[in-house]
T-cell receptor, first 114, second 111 residues
């Protein structure tokens, strides 16, 4: 299936731990994103990478570090997890130069910090 | 920065039309999108419109854009129970700027 995939789908962990969420797209896109959706469903951009280079970095604590080993992957590593990090994290991708700049979203990773 | 606003809830009867409204603040927003999120799922792009268009129709979906008032609407004709979901409006100034989402409108369809 051609898609944006994320692992894991659910992640439950304790405060203070370090965790990673992985994202892969096989759509041949060159730009990838991480979004955070809070408990009220509010969706906000965190990071954007284009061809493995960071191009958008919104006001996000530096405990969050994205890593893009290649164009098809954008992983999110979170250090010293806090209760407020509990949310659904969505990865998305798009093709640079596509006429509509539409972004394709993954299914989300629900992170619960206890 | 850009701010996108939507009403939070809409309830309609099956077979009726649904109209979901959205306003945005940045007049330079060039690309405007509607995404659908079903429970426990990711966001699915429904449709989009460019700022140089007034209307776009795609099967049961009609998007209207009033650029002067910075108002966008999504009309769903013959609304079905399967249309029950959260609908997000999103605005983008250019391809390299972030998508800014509204808080989402939860559409409930009553059989």
């Amino acid at each position: 299936d051609t898609a944006v995939s994320q692992t894991p789908k659910y992640l439950v962990t304790q405060m203070g731990n370090d965790k990673s969420i992985k994202c892969e797209q096989n759509l041949g896109h060159d730009t990838m994103y991480w979004y955070k959706q809070d408990s009220k469903k509010f969706l906000k951009i965190m990071f954007s990478y284009n061809n493995k280079e960071l191009i958008i970095n919104e006001t996000v604590p530096n405990r969050f570090s994205p890593k893009s080993p290649d164009k098809a992957h954008l992983n999110l590593h979170i250090n010293s997890l806090e209760l407020g990090d509990s949310a659904v994290y969505f990865c998305a991708s798009r093709l640079e130069g596509s006429p509509s700049y539409e972004q394709y979203f993954g299914p989300g990773t629900r992170l619960t910090v206890t | 920065g850009e701010d996108v606003e939507q009403s939070l809830f809409l309830s309609v009867r099956e077979g009726d039309s649904s109209v979901i409204n959205c306003t945005y603040t940045d007049s330079s927003s060039t690309y405007l999108y509607w995404y659908k999120q079903e429970p426990g799922a990711g966001l699915q792009l429904l449709t989009y419109i460019f700022s140089n268009m007034d209307m776009k129709q795609d099967q049961r979906l009609t998007v209207l854009l009033n650029k002067k008032d910075k108002h966008l609407s999504l009309r769903i004709a013959d609304t079905q129970t399967g249309d029950s979901a959260i609908y997000f409006c999103a605005a983008q100034a250019s391809g390299n700027t972030p998508l800014v989402f509204g808080k989402g409108t939860r559409l409930s369809v009553i059989a």
